[in-house]
């Protein structure tokens, strides 16, 4: 895993090179598990620590803007953020950047309470349920879970949220039955919020694979 990051952090520090950081490089921030998180007004997290030691040795500054993910993912589409991380790779993200894989697998997964557990391994099962889930909005895993989310929306059986500590607060409150997501995402909130001991998950069989990785806006170096 190390090798990978130092990798990544090489493919990064090169780029920014040629960009020569002749102005602040703009990341908008959403809390992201253990990947970023926020205490006391202090952003951290893996890759926090990560661009904290690209900074020190290209000399580039990054200014964090603290916003929901699909404001994350609205303002690098247009060209309003330079980079976004703890990415997913997905084709219109492609139109306006550069992916950088940390090949890091992760299938998507469904989280309930263990005193009500889902034993729902698929799309359809998923859909035939009956039941209601939660989402995060802005976040995107692949087409197969888009199609899903989709279909989800339109019967009405879909809540979603904006950050994954809401996400976990409407699970335990009862107000959704399970919770699709990336089980990395909602590690470190649920730990915080005593609920790691409370909670359940399977991966959802049919459902997409994706890689991590930040995305870097096309719209570096700047003019």
Partial sequence: MYRVIWILFLLLASHLAYATCSRNILVPFSELGADQWKSKGVHAGLSI???????????????????????????????EADVVLGAVRTDRRDEAGTFYS?????????????AHPLHLKS?????????????????DYGPITAELISALTARGSLAPVKDPKAMLRMLEAGRVDGAIVLSSAITADAKGLGLDEMLTGIDVEDLDWTTAGLYMSKHLPPD
């Avoid at 620590?49 to 247009?78: H, I, K, Q």
């Avoid at 090949?103 to 997964?109: D, F, K, L, Q, W």
């Avoid at 799309?123 to 976040?139: C, D, P, Y």
């Fill in 102 to 114: 940390q090949r890091i697998e992760e299938g998507v997964s469904l989280v309930s309470l263990k």
């Fill in 123 to 139: 799309k359809e099962a998923i859909l035939a349920s009956g039941l209601t889930f939660s989402f995060v909005r802005g976040h």
């Fill in 49 to 79: 620590d990560y661009l904290e030691e690209v900074s020190r040795r290209s000399g580039c500054r990054f200014v964090y803007t603290d916003v929901p993910r699909a404001r994350a993912w609205w303002m690098f589409a247009r060209g």
